[in-house]
Each structure stands twice: as structure tokens, then as C-alpha cells.
């Protein structure tokens, strides 16, 4: 029988058992050099981050010099859709709250798959001892027994949970008569260091946010530092997810919108939270709260351990915690609750599936591109701020909301004014055509210092001298982005289109990137008709605000304008069901239908024009022009049919109605005179059986109807055109 080799560890007289010494706990093995991030086990779920992108689909912006500005209004922070759960979009499910002792453990005892290493995330066989990979101390042993009284206030009722950093424990206040929680603080083996550690943490207590679990106390209970916190009786995001597989892409974005408002406040108080992941959110009635602080750390803290997980963590958390590295967190914990990703922790450690792999992406695009930004490899590219995060995210929550129940969430923009097709539209019934001026135009940044210059200047009715005043506005205020912004828009609206490249570009050398300058650039391209420069920069402007609907707008313009009907088709079709109020996008859709060969489907879009709309009667009047287009296909008698009791409904003028008549009688004719289509004399037509010799009487009515309220020249004419086709006689 083989000699128990003997502990190498000075001092000890132990010998080695399966690896590890019987008497101090020590591995054979030699510890290594600790990592400079303490992680915490692997998560079961996946998240994730996709390959390039071609100009028509979703795009992660890079850029190599570092400029990444994304203007922000100071209205932002005070949004009241922030105040409730599903932001007043959609309604989250409420959970019943849990009575305190039901969710004790039966057994205080680490499971298996959650024995790791705390500092290197090696697993571990035994209860305690020392990590057989870094050398680290551990014990896996809870500390606490129900009955144990702590600081004289805190009686342990048991352990409901075994986290990161820990056993965590429910306890009753017995001098507040209130359920709280103990979590351990740190890693602590004497009374010292205890107490140090509880004196360091004591800036969490002043944290107060109603989305962030509430601090009471810090106390020391021997060797072991606690903090008492607030009794939550709810689920974890992470056990919901457990439950009931990826949850619906509405629910889980309204967790994480409600949730960002706590992180903003946490920002603001100079503070990050380092390690979020779907265990720590709880869900409790009808809102949700951070519940574990035990990893938030001050941003200025350049020492101390950094706590994060593998697959949540940002690649560059290793070397400090920032508000990127928060927000990339928040965006990974999204793609989790959402959507399943193999390779979580490995190949797609840092990165997304492609909308081919993942269903959820290739139905919901703005989801997929707020997430490849909020995932970015490179912290520039993030999201500035929660706040920004939110206001994108709540965007997005309206459009997939919208998709999902097929019921509009129209919703204000911070950012763009509102659909210029609805705001500038005339009277007239002309075709609505694709048109760069029916696009939003950017809000006014109201902290630019030339602000008030630049309103009067955008009041003179008179184009030039508005461009002229501007241009000195611009040279008056040289830091004023506004003024150059303003000056691009009305020189684009002139015609003026190399000129306003020319200070676009003076404007991107001087601040950087913008997604401002890139809206106005891609709008020059546009109105010069290059429209395959227009589309790849509008694409950009998107991924860059995945929650706004104008760049969506924008980038179906540009989409149509290069052939491409199908996906204008689609980007315009989502705006519409998202927000009705967008009409020009709902003409768009019509177009595209229309030059796809769907009539019908085209007409289906008119219908969303509602009767009050400013725009119903020239959407009627479209669906008319949409059944009768020959361009594509051949219109037959019932679509004819259904043109004619389309217009006889119409609330239009004499001389309307007579010219939709005429395009009718001349629409039928020639289609009999082509034999594209056979007579059907049971078929009326405006009154006439479709058949030639009627078609030319009511034709030949129509014409002389005209003539009849027309001036004299225009009579002439159209009395020539009734004789021509009128039906022949023998008189």
C-alpha cells in the first residue's frame, strides 16, 4: 500500500488526501499569479455579437479615431414613462410576493455547480481549503445558524442563497420587527479586517433609489463583516429565465428599461456596479430592484478587487470598471433574457449571434442593432450613458411592442420633430412621391452656445437671406455646431448640396463624429440623387439610434431610391405600425407595393391613413391610382370596380372626381383594346358595364363634364377628345 505523501506547507504535519492536505486544507500544486479580475461563476445562459455587415443590414459602428458624440437633451432624465414598470407601453405580469421563510434553503450546503473559486473561477471539491489553481482561501461552510443573534438586533433565520461573495441569510430585526437579509462583505479572516471592511461599505448606505435594494445597516459578527439589507420577496430575472425558457422580447426589454434608471442614479453618484447579470435583479409585484451592491465600487477607485462574470463582463473590465463596461453588462443581461446563445462563455464570450442564427434578432432588427451597440467590442461605441441607453431602449420597446400585438405605440422623440409630409402638406391630391424633404428634421440641441442666433436666423421666410444670416451666425459662433447644422439644412434645401458638404466636412474635422452630421450628409446625398451614397450612411445614423424612427425613415428612403422595394418596403411597413402618425411612411409602403407589383397591398397601406388625418383624401385618392397602375401588372375588372366605388365615396371636387373618372374609363378601355382583359358586361364601372362601347359613353360624358367647368383654351381640347371617343353611329 502506497505511503501518504506528506504536506510541503511549513509547519504542518498533515499528509495529502485526493490532492489537498488533511490537516491545513493546502493543494500540492503551487498557486499561481492571481488574475487582476475576481469572477464569479459561469452563467448558464448565452449572449453574444455578430460578422460584418453588408449596407442594408444591421451595422456595429467602428471608428478608429476614438470620436464617438451622441447629443444628448437635458430632458432626457426626466421622462415619467421612467416611473413604471413596461414604461406605459406594454403590461409586465405581476408576481405575488413571497412569505420570508418559504424561500429558506433546506440545507445549507453549496450545490455542486456553484462550488468556483472566487478569484481564478476554479472548481472546487471541497468545502474549504485553498484553491488548488491560485491558492486562494475559501470556505464554502456557512458561518451563521439559525437562532445566532447578530450585532444584538439580527436574529438568523437560515441561508437563502449562496452568492459571489458568499452565504447570504434571512434574519428578523427584532428591534424594527422586519424580515432583513445579511450578505457576507468580504473575504475576511480576522475581526480587524472585518471591521475595516464594514467602514469601507458604509457609502452604500446613502444610496437610495426606489429601483435599488434598500441598505440598512453594517454590522460585525466576529471574524465576518455583514451588510442588512432590505428583505425582498420576489424572483430573480435569472430564475424567471430559468422557468419559463427566453422570455417575450417586450417583457425582458421592460425590465432592463426599468432597471436603467437605477444605474443612471447610480453613475450620477459616482459609483459603478460592476457585476450585473440576471441574478441580480429581482422582480417583485409590478417593479423590479437591484439586489446585490456587494461589487459596486466608486469610479474613481483605482485599487481593490473588481468582481464581474464571465460572458457579462466587458473586455476591457480587467482593467477598472467604467460606465461603458456597466453598460455593456446591462446590454449582454438584455440578449440573455431574450434569446438562447451557445457559446456564451466562449466563442461568443464578447460577441452576438447573427440575426441567421437567432430568430429574435431577424424579427426584431432595432433590438439587434440596440444590442450590438450596446455589446461593443470598443467602449466608444457604446452608449454614452444610462440614460441615453434608456431613452433608445424605450424606443425600441414601443416599435417591438407594436410588432408584437400588432397595435401602434406612437411616442414622442427627443431627437426628431415630427413626419414633414403631415406637417407641410397643401391640399392638393397630387401623387406623393419620394421625397427627402418629407423626412423629420433633427430637434434643436438647446445647449449649442448660438441657440437663440440660430431660431431667428431659421425664421426669415426668405431662403437667401436665411442662408446668408446663418453663414454669419456660423462665423460669429465658430464652436457652434447648431449654426453649421442649420446652414447645411438650408443650403441641402436649395440645392446648394457641395456647399453643404463643404461645412459638414469642416465641421466632422473639427468635433469628430457625429450622427448629426451624418444624417445631414446622407440627406445632401439624397437630394443630389446618390442615393447609394445616401444609403449606407443613413444605415449608420441607425445602428446609431436603434429606438428612433426617422433614421428608420430615412433609411427606407434611401433603400427605395436605389430599387431596392422590398426592404423599403419592410423598414417603411415597421415605422407605420409603429406609428401611425408617420404618413409619409405609409405613402412609402404604397410605392413600394405598387413598383413590387401588389396592388392590393398597396391599397391595404393607404387604408392606414386614418379619416382625421389632414392626408385621408389623397391616400384615397392613391389607392385609386394604385388598382389601375399598369406598370407592373394588369389590373382586372373587379379592381376597376373597386376604383370606381372608391372615388363615387370620395368627398373631392367636380373636376377631381371627373379626372380619376377619366383615368378609370381610359384605364378600361385599354385594357379591352389590348385583350388584356375579356367584357364582362355585368361588371359596373361608374356606371357603365364594362364593356368598350359603354366605357367610351362614360368616357365621353366625362370629358364633356370637364370641358364644362374648364376655361376656354383646356375646353377645346377636351371637347376633341369626347368627339374622338365617343361610341360610333349611323348618324
Request: glycine residues 8%; aromatic residues 6%.
Amino acid at each position: 500500500m502506497p505511503v501518504a505523501a506528506s504536506c510541503k506547507q511549513p509547519g504542518c504535519r498533515g499528509t495529502i488526501e485526493d490532492g489537498y492536505c488533511n490537516v491545513c486544507g493546502h493543494a500540492v500544486s503551487k498557486p499561481k499569479a492571481q488574475p487582476p479580475i475576481v469572477t464569479t461563476a459561469p452563467p448558464t445562459p448565452p449572449s453574444s455579437r455578430s460578422a460584418p455587415f453588408s449596407a442594408s443590414t444591421p451595422s456595429a459602428v467602428h471608428r478608429s479615431n476614438g470620436a464617438h458624440s451622441t447629443r444628448r437633451t437635458s430632458s432626457h432624465s426626466s421622462r415619467t414613462s421612467r416611473r413604471q414598470l413596461g414604461a406605459g407601453v406594454i403590461a409586465v405580469p405581476e408576481l405575488p410576493s413571497t412569505a420570508p421563510e418559504l424561500a429558506l434553503m433546506k440545507e445549507m450546503k453549496v450545490p455542486e455547480g456553484k462550488r468556483f473559486c472566487s478569484n481564478c473561477n476554479q472548481p472546487l471539491t471541497r468545502e474549504k481549503g485553498f484553491c488548488g489553481k491560485c491558492g486562494q482561501k475559501y470556505s464554502l461552510v456557512a458561518t451563521l445558524a439559525p437562532g445566532n443573534l447578530v450585532a444584538n438586533q439580527y436574529e438568523v433565520k437560515g441561508a437563502i442563497a449562496y452568492g459571489g461573495l458568499g452565504w447570504i441569510y434571512l434574519a428578523f430585526d427584532k428591534v424594527l420587527s422586519r424580515y432583513v437579509v445579511l450578505k457576507g462583505l468580504l473575504n475576511v479572516q480576522d475581526e480587524a479586517s472585518a471591521a475595516v471592511a464594514v467602514a469601507e461599505r458604509q457609502f452604500l448606505a446613502a444610496l437610495k433609489h426606489p429601483n435599488i435594494l434598500g441598505i440598512y445597516n453594517f454590522v460585525q459578527h466576529g471574524a465576518e463583516g455583514y451588510i442588512v439589507m432590505e428583505y425582498v420577496g420576489g424572483k430573480t430575472l435569472k430564475r424567471l429565465r430559468r422557468d419559463r425558457g427566453p422570455l417575450p422580447p417586450s417583457e425582458g426589454i421592460a425590465y432592463i428599461h426599468r432597471i436603467l434608471g437605477a444605474f443612471a442614479y447610480l453613475h450620477q453618484q459616482g459609483f459603478v456596479y460592476c457585476d450585473f447579470k440576471p441574478d441580480n435583479i429581482m422582480l417583485e409585484q409590478n417593479d423590479v430592484k437591484l439586489i446585490d451592491l456587494g461589487a459596486v465600487r466608486r469610479l474613481d477607485d483605482k485599487g481593490g478587487d473588481i468582481y464581474g462574470t464571465v460572458g457579462y463582463s466587458a473586455p476591457e473590465a480587467s482593467e477598472g470598471p467604467t460606465v461603458a463596461s456597466d453598460l455593456f453588462t446591462i446590454g449582454r443581461t438584455l440578449a440573455v433574457l431574450v434569446m438562447n446563445i451557445s457559446g456564451f462563455t466562449k466563442e461568443h464570450r464578447f460577441s452576438l449571434p447573427t440575426a441567421a442564427e437567432e430568430q429574435v434578432l431577424a424579427q426584431n432588427e432595432s433590438l439587434h442593432r440596440f444590442l450590438l451597440r450596446s455589446t461593443a467590442e470598443s467602449a466608444t461605441d457604446r452608449f454614452s450613458s444610462a440614460d441615453e441607453m434608456a431613452d433608445q431602449l424605450l424606443g425600441v420597446l414601443r416599435e417591438v411592442a407594436a410588432l408584437e400585438t400588432d397595435s401602434p405605440r406612437p411616442g414622442a422623440s427627443v431627437f426628431f420633430g415630427g413626419d414633414m409630409l403631415m406637417l407641410s402638406h397643401n391640399g392638393n391630391l397630387d401623387p406623393v412621391n419620394a421625397d427627402f424633404r418629407h423626412l423629420p428634421i433633427p430637434a434643436v440641441d438647446r445647449t449649442d452656445p448660438a441657440v437663440s442666433a440660430v431660431l431667428n436666423a431659421s425664421g426669415i421666410a426668405d431662403a437667401g437671406q436665411r442662408t446668408a444670416v446663418l453663414k454669419q451666425v456660423s462665423e460669429l459662433y465658430p464652436k457652434s455646431a447648431e449654426a453649421k447644422l442649420r446652414l447645411a439644412q438650408y443650403l441641402i434645401w436649395s440645392g446648394a448640396c457641395v456647399d453643404a458638404e463643404a461645412v459638414l466636412a469642416k465641421l466632422e474635422a473639427e468635433q469628430g463624429w457625429d450622427w448629426r452630421i451624418a444624417w445631414y450628409r446622407g440627406l445632401a446625398a439624397l437630394a443630389s440623387g446618390a442615393g447609394g451614397k445616401a444609403e449606407p450612411v443613413f444605415n449608420e445614423v441607425y445602428s446609431e439610434l436603434p429606438g428612433e424612427i426617422a433614421p428608420q425613415l430615412a433609411f427606407a428612403l434611401a433603400e427605395e431610391s436605389i430599387r431596392e422595394f422590398q426592404r423599403a418596403g419592410e423598414l417603411y411597413d415597421r415605422v407605420s405600425r409603429t406609428d401611425p402618425n408617420y404618413i409619409s411612411a405609409i405613402f412609402g409602403l404604397a410605392r413600394c407595393r405598387c413598383a413590387l407589383g401588389d396592388r392590393k397591398g398597396a391599397v391595404e397601406a393607404l387604408n392606414r391613413v386614418p379619416p382625421s388625418s389632414n392626408l385621408h383624401t389623397c391616400a384615397q385618392v392613391e389607392a385609386t391610382r394604385a388598382l389601375m397602375d399598369r406598370r407592373f401588372s394588369v389590373p382586372g375588372a373587379g379592381e376597376l370596380k373597386e376604383v370606381s366605388n372608391l372615388i363615387e365615396a370620395m368627398t373631392v371636387d367636380s373636376m377631381e372626381r371627373f379626372r380619376l373618372s377619366r383615368q378609370v374609363f381610359e384605364t378600361a378601355l385599354h385594357l379591352l383594346r389590348e385583350k388584356r382583359a375579356t367584357p364582362a358586361p355585368a361588371v359596373a364601372i361608374l356606371g357603365q358595364g364594362f364593356q368598350e362601347r359603354q366605357l367610351r359613353q362614360g368616357l365621353e360624358q366625362c370629358l364633356r363634364n370637364m370641358a364644362h367647368i374648364s376655361g376656354d383654351a383646356e375646353k377645346i381640347l377636351l371637347v376633341d377628345e369626347a368627339n374622338r371617343v365617343r361610341p360610333r353611329t349611323w348618324l
